[in-house]
């Protein structure tokens, strides 16, 4: 059933928004921007900040337009002169007391009150009272700190550990100009780092993140978090060529605005400690580094000379067009498609709020190219191995008629310590791709960083042995995309650049599972 719609002005523009929609999300679905704090899609709306006000015709007060619903034939705007002297007062109200400390504070550059201070206060403070001091740089909880000087009392954070942890940390204390935000407990839950993205001002920071990078110089990348099968949309910040942090980016139908904590560490490991930067073959026992090429033929020459003797553990933590490449690969060499995958480690469990016990990002793409016969069982019988990602080989000696081991991965493990040739593949970061959540929504990551030099994702490596064995070498991910989307129903009628920002839900898949 098509959904009723109501036509309203907006400063003179004509407007359609679905009925029921609020003022304020109608002015920025027609690109009107309207100042507000306390005003969050993913929150109740207390209207308590009395930022957002609006002139509605007919009206005598101006209205706050977080929690005013379009009605047919309104006449809005945001723009008149007693909208911005309102909106002037309101601001100079709220900073009566703030420290105004920018130059010390972690969240300038991105900054609710600097940036509204700049669009619509620039008035002189009329204030000249000594200000209400309160507590600064408080430690909360393992991943924040406190400035409740800087804290503007939009009741976010109060909301969000009320309304969406349910852990009821954060609580507002005192009256009037004493009124300070303050953690009840130790914030300690499993997403409490979105406090510091819903925080408009910097009264709720990052740990991890303060004082790392000044957030003007930092660039900005779509991309979807690795860390689970549910596959939250996000934003890699980074600078220098080095990724800095992660933030959720909205998509309302797989994480709304949020991401769990120990998702928003995952960039850390691309420049773990044991990342694997450069190729390498055993020698006389001991591992050399090798050039590219060189590990790259070797591997080839294991791959011709046992070819249909192969087994192969595969990973579903790679892309769906590493998958598919790969599935391609053992088709030319007549071995049996890629083998079973492995179970996800225990103890992390679903949550009711995004989190997966399935701790690999593409389980549901990877399946759709895996075969059914267990790498432990065909291990038995053959005379190489060839393990991407996983550690699924640490004990090579159980097997004395393997002729030869190939790693292809992204961090050293007792496998890789093992493998004849080691080959390391490109991270999530470091090239284009996709992945398919549990909801069976494709999602295309994009790259954020540069791989360590000559280190490619396994798509290429996939695609350049095919080559040798008369298949197709595949020149870009969106190529290889469109080769999945005609073979395999999941990706039917997808093209690699139409799956956006938000991704695309294969026919099949079961939608009761959004969010
Ligand atoms: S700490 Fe931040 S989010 Fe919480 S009430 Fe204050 S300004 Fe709002
Ligand atoms: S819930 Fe999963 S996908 Fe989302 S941020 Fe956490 S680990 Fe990443
Ligand atoms: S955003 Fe509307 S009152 Fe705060």
């Known amino acids: 059933m098509a959904q009723e719609t109501v036509k309203i002005t907006i ?9 029921g929609t609020l003022i304020i999300e109608a002015a920025a679905q027609a690109g009107v921007e309207i100042p507000h704090y306390c005003y969050h899609p993913h929150l109740s709306r207390p209207a308590v900040c009395r930022m957002c006000l609006v002139d509605v015709e007919g009206q005598r007060k101006l209205q706050p337009s977080c929690s005013t619903p379009v009605q047919p034939g309104q006449v809005i705007r945001t723009d008149s002169p007693k909208v911005q002297e309102a909106v002037r007062e309101v601001l100079e109200f709220t900073l009566i007391n703030h420290p105004l400390d920018c130059p010390v504070c972690d969240q300038a550059g991105e900054c609710g ?16 009272l000594p200000k209400v001091h309160k507590a600064k740089v408080q430690k909360i909880g393992p991943t924040l700190t406190l400035d409740a000087e800087r804290c503007i009392l939009c009741s976010r954070c109060v909301r969000f550990t009320d309304e ?57 990348q779509q991309s979807i978090c690795p860390g689970c099968a549910r596959g939250c949309n996000i934003v890699v910040d980074h600078y220098r060529g080095e990724a800095q942090r992660m933030r959720p980016r909205n998509n309302n139908a797989v994480n709304q605005s949020w991401m769990c904590d120990d998702g928003r560490l995952l960039y850390k490991a691309i420049r773990n400690e044991d990342r694997l930067n450069a190729p390498m073959l055993r020698k006389d026992g001991k591992r050399v580094a090798v050039t590219p090429s060189v590990a790259f033929s070797e591997a080839l020459r294991l791959l011709e000379k046992h070819a249909k003797h192969t087994a192969t553990q595969g990973s579903a933590s790679v892309s769906n067009e590493d998958a598919f490449a790969l599935a391609r690969l053992l088709k030319m060499m007549q071995a049996p498609v890629a083998s079973s995958l492995r ?76 493998a004849d040739v080691v080959l390391p593949m490109a991270m999530w970061a470091e090239y284009e791709g996709s992945f398919t959540n549990f909801q069976g929504r494709v999602q295309r990551f994009l790259s954020v960083v540069s791989a360590p030099e000559g280190v490619v994702p396994l798509w290429q490596l996939a695609s350049r042995w095919s080559e040798a064995f008369g298949g197709k070498r595949y020149a870009s991910a969106a190529e290889v995309f469109r080769a999945m989307a005609t073979e395999h129903p999941l990706f039917a009628k997808m093209t690699f650049d139409g799956l956006g920002e938000i991704g695309l839900c294969a026919p099949s898949a079961d939608q009761s599972k959004e969010a």
């Open 11 to 19: 400063n003179g523009k004509e407007v359609v928004a679905p009925k």
């Open 113 to 128: 009150l600097q940036n509204n201070y700049q669009d619509y206060g620039l008035y002189n403070t009329k204030f000249t």
């Open 164 to 220: 969406i942890t349910k852990t009821h940390e954060m609580g507002i204390m005192q009256r009037g100009d004493h009124a300070e935000i303050q953690a009840v407990k130790e914030v300690n839950n499993p997403y409490s780092t979105n406090l510091a993205d819903i925080c408009p001002v910097g009264a709720l920071t990052q740990n991890d993140f303060r004082f790392k990078v000044r957030v003007w110089y930092l660039k900005h």
């Open 343 to 418: 179970e996800s480690p225990v103890g992390w469990e679903d949550d009711a709020l995004l989190r997966r016990a399935d701790r690999t990002p593409n389980r549901n793409g990877v399946s759709a190219f895996s075969g059914t016969e267990e790498f432990a069982v065909r291990l038995k019988t053959a005379t190489l191995a060839l393990v991407i990602q996983e550690d699924a080989l640490p004990e090579r000696s159980l097997y004395p008629q393997l002729a030869g081991v190939i790693y292809v991965g992204t961090h050293d493990c007792p496998t890789a310590r093992s």
